[in-house]
């Protein structure tokens, strides 16, 4: 084999090893987004079940302060 010869053979060699990286990356990152978009779908939906039971809290404590509550401290049915 010539020096040209082999130096093409290196500049192959080190371009399939960049090839492969690069395939590599593109899974790493696929499933990065993947874990992202599912965790944020989770996310969503815990806040959705904190404002839910926050609203349950607070409705449940109204109704606690509207047993020794007078009719004049009463809150309106829009609050």
Not at 2 to 17: A, C, F, G, M, P
Not at 48 to 59: G, I, N, S
Request: proline letters at 4%; glycine letters at 2%; a negative charge.
């Amino acid at each position: 084999m010539s020096l040209s010869q082999d130096s093409t053979s290196d500049l192959q060699e080190r371009l399939i090893e960049l090839e492969t990286r690069v395939a590599f990356q593109e899974d790493t990152l696929n499933e990065l987004n993947s874990v992202i978009t599912r965790q944020d779908q989770e996310i969503i939906r815990l806040r959705q079940q904190v404002a839910l039971m926050a609203k349950r809290l607070d409705d449940y404590m109204y109704t606690q302060e509207q047993g020794s509550a007078r009719p004049d401290q009463e809150r309106p049915p829009h609050y």
